[in-house]
């Protein structure tokens, strides 16, 4: 590649070296420190994806233009890395750097690499992006105060709402209390349990039904990085979790993965005051920027302070592989996205997707 050397590896084969030059490429990109974007994270996902790897691009001087990690799997289809829970994909490369998308898939001996949440200036991929989606978020940059005055402007009668739901959360269960990172891992265990019975409940698939997602979670949850570390956070009422949320953050960013709440208490809105305490605490912590993630939902609509806009797509070579790929996602794909386009038919599709989950709810004896 026009006098350039590619090395495809293992991410656990990635030396010192390696991973210094990642962060600093990432450093210099001038994007948000995104935690799914930093080498800790291609790392744990290559300890529970044993087809995970990354192509090390190498300067013609010897020095490192960049990183593009990615899953491989059968005839060449390749995926971004931890696709279906990274909320934020790429390539790590220097600025300015030009590349050939197909002379890069071919080197990795890939026939296609997917994506659905791209980061936005990528440009490398972006050309190949069939769909853009916004990627919601809450600045707390200038602290909490400023958040919550701009927050009581905007949405007066949810933030008072919610506060006062807390209050009376307190008289029935007992003190209100937030722990921004919470070490207790039956507690992680408790978040579990709530998010696999929402998507139950909801008609979607268990996400920790998946062994590979449950592991992720948990090394995470041990890992401690400046570019990517597992963050268990907990609203308890008396001495009971109410609500949790945990995601990987950075020094200035987190990434809101997955909250859940306990149904006993949800006309208290755990949730929503789970976030309002974790903006609070994540502001004094340092962090600026919390990513919502990508979706519409009621509650960040409420919260949310802007967007950033992520990609859906696929980067293809041609040949045998990438038809196959387009046959196989493409149709699909299509229906999704006439659905969600159409108000009616997406509720009518959720109604049915809850009908479902409600069936397949165990009986209670």
């Known amino acids: 590649m026009s006098g ?16 210094e030059d990642w962060r600093q490429l990432r450093a210099r990109s001038g994007a948000p420190a995104q935690p799914f974007m930093e080498p800790e994270f291609t790392l744990a996902v290559g300890r529970v994806r044993p087809h995970a790897r990354v192509a090390v691009i190498s300067e013609e001087s010897g020095g490192t233009a960049g990183f593009l990690p990615f899953e491989r799997g059968r005839l060449g289809h390749g995926r971004a890395i931890g696709f279906g829970v990274s909320d934020v994909q790429g390539a790590v490369l220097r600025p300015g750097l030009r590349l050939d998308t197909r002379e890069l898939l071919r080197a990795c001996d890939l026939s296609a690499w997917e994506f659905d949440n791209l980061e936005e200036r990528q440009g490398l991929f972006a050309p190949d992006a069939a769909r853009s989606y916004a990627s919601y978020v809450i600045d707390v940059g200038d602290g909490y105060e400023s958040y919550e005055q701009a927050l009581r402007s905007r949405s007066p009668k949810f933030l008072r709402t919610t506060l006062a739901k807390e209050r ?8 209100v209390r937030f722990v921004l990172d919470e070490r207790d891992p039956e507690v ?15 008609g979607r698939r268990d996400r920790f039904a998946r062994q590979w ?25 008396g001495d009971r ?16 993965w997955f909250p859940a709440y306990d149904p ?27 990513d919502l993630g990508r979706g519409a939902a009621e509650y960040k ?35 999704h996205a006439f659905v969600t386009r159409r108000p009616r038919l997406a509720g009518l599709a959720q109604r049915g997707l809850e009908r479902a989950g409600r069936l397949r709810e165990p009986k209670r004896p």
């Open 168 to 175: 009376k959360l307190g008289r029935a269960a007992g003190e």
């Open 301 to 335: 609509d409420a919260l949310k302070t802007g967007e950033f806009t992520v990609h859906e797509g696929a980067s293809v070579r041609p040949g045998a592989g990438a038809a196959l790929r387009w046959l196989g996602r493409e149709p699909s794909r299509r229906a």
């Open 264 to 290: 006993a208490f949800a006309k208290f809105s755990p949730g929503l005051v789970l976030h309002l305490r974790m903006a609070r605490a994540a502001a004094d912590d340092g962090i600026g920027l919390l």
């Open 213 to 237: 997602i449950r592991g992720l979670v948990e090394f995470l949850f041990h890992t401690r990085a400046p570019g990517c570390s597992g963050l268990l956070s907990v609203l308890y009422a």
């Open 188 to 202: 992680l265990r408790t978040l579990m349990e709530w998010k696999s019975a929402q998507y139950r409940r909801t």
């Open 4 to 19: 350039r050397r590619i090395r495809v590896v293992r991410p656990g084969d990635l030396g010192a070296g390696d991973i």
């Open 241 to 256: 979790p109410v609500a949790a949320h945990f995601g990987p953050r950075s020094r200035t960013v987190l990434s809101c």
